[in-house]
């Protein structure tokens, strides 16, 4: 070994072989730090917003995404600082473009040009239309499984009632509903007013993208508890006092409200009001408690006010002392009053009005649909009175179902006398022809 490292060729050799050792660690670690910064890196941007171009004014375009994702391919400190940066953009440009259907590349701006750029999606199909704008009136709606038990909602209000819907010309052709839902919690049982956003839907109740002039309208509820308005008919009761003859009774309140559930009061068709004539000595208006029919949570007035006219009726007229008169001198003198007579009209039919074709009637009471007529008047009237003058009916005019059902017998008889009906009331069978 001595005479190997004493020798030059040996030595200039050795020296060869770790110039090119060294040569090519350093090389090797070289192209290792080249891949570490400058070797093509793959990365992913999500979610880049797509900028889009066109005459925003009059068209409308449809089929542009929102977004894309951006592959980029490049050196490790250029896809780097791209992604964090993103000092890029994204868009479609079609200005160019006329009405109708196109298919369009999605372009990049501002990328390095050492980076290999691939767009998801990178190809699109738009839709370019004309933007037109058109009213349309807002329909009002509310869940009525909300409401509390017997409540009902009597009226619903949008101001503004109408609004401006602008889009694509085929969107705003297939709008079908513009409606505007009123919402509380459960158990609504008050009238109330909200703000609340508009919906623009298809046929298939789809909401539909278009911009909608004002996005709220304000809505008012009205809600009210069930109810239902009944005629009031007037029966009399009680025996008039002696001397005292009831001619007719009457009241200006026509009708009644009637508050409760429906079942409570579909079955009711009028309110039956007696008014008691048995301490009635002399016509006036007298105040009648309404009852509450069974069930019926209120009454829209408590009382009413009933005009009663009657008539007194003396026994007999006060007989004059004797006078002696010399019928010769005695003048002729026409009698100055009448006796009051009561005669009673029997058997008077009751005429049934009103009833529709599709029902048939019989009479369950009276029998045969026959009352009697007891009648006070002067005897002279009295006298002249005829069957036919008495024309006694029931109104059947509201029947709509079969079954038992009660009516008060109304009449049209001549003026000047005091009358009163065995029965007050008529009750018939109804049943379908």
């Known amino acids: 070994m001595d005479n190997l490292f004493d020798r030059p060729w040996f030595l200039r050799l050795t020296a060869l072989v770790l110039a090119l050792f060294f040569f090519i660690t350093v090389q090797a670690k070289e192209d290792d730090a080249s891949r570490n910064t400058i070797g093509d890196t793959v990365d992913i941007i999500h979610d880049v917003p797509v900028e889009v171009y066109y005459d925003t004014e009059n068209l409308v375009v449809t089929g542009v995404p929102e977004t894309v994702n951006v592959t980029i391919e490049g050196p490790v400190n250029i896809v780097q600082s791209t992604k964090y940066m993103k000092d890029f953009s994204v868009k479609v440009d079609l200005r160019k473009l006329l009405i109708g259907e196109h298919s369009v590349q999605i372009k990049t701006e501002n990328l390095s040009d050492k980076l290999q750029v691939k767009l998801d999606p990178a190809t699109i199909t738009v839709n370019i239309e004309e933007k037109i704008t058109q009213s349309f009136r807002v329909d009002p709606e509310l869940n009525e499984r909300l409401l509390a038990e017997d409540y009902n909602v009597v009226k619903m209000e949008v101001e503004p009632s109408s609004i401006e819907v602008t889009g694509a010309k085929s969107v705003v052709e297939a709008i079908s509903f513009v409606k505007v839902s009123a919402t509380k919690e459960k158990g609504i049982d008050k009238s109330f007013e909200q703000k609340a956003r508009v919906r623009v839907l298809d046929r298939e109740l789809n909401k539909l993208n278009v911009t909608i002039v004002p996005e709220e309208v304000n809505v008012k509820v009205q809600i009210e508890e069930n109810n239902k308005e009944v005629p009031i008919v007037l029966k009399q009761k009680g025996t008039p006092m002696d001397g005292v003859t009831i ?43 309404l009852p509450k029919p069974r069930g019926v949570k209120n009454i829209s007035a408590d009382k009413i006010k009933v005009l009663i006219n009657v008539t007194k009726v003396t026994g007999s007229e006060e007989t004059a002392p004797e006078v002696s008169v010399d019928p010769e001198t005695e003048p002729e003198t026409e009698a100055t009053a009448q006796m009051k007579v009561t005669k009673k009209f029997s058997n008077v039919p009751i005429e049934i009005r009103g009833l529709h074709q599709q029902f048939k009637s019989t009479f369950n009471k009276p029998e045969n649909g026959l009352v009697d007529v007891t009648v006070t008047a002067d005897q002279d009237v009295i006298n002249s009175l005829k069957m036919s003058d008495f024309r006694l ?9 079969e079954g038992e059902q009660s009516f008060p017998i109304q009449t049209e008889l001549p003026d000047g006398i005091a009358w009163k009906l065995s029965d007050e009331e008529v009750t018939l069978e109804i049943v379908l022809t």
């Open 393 to 401: 009916f029931i109104d059947t005019s509201q029947v709509d179902a």
């Open 247 to 289: 001619n007719s009774i009457s009241s200006d309140v026509k009708e009644v409200k009637l508050y409760g559930s429906r079942g409570i009061l579909d079955p009711i068709k009028e309110m039956r009001v007696n008014v008691d004539v048995s301490d009635i000595t002399e016509s006036g208006t007298y105040e009648v408690t």
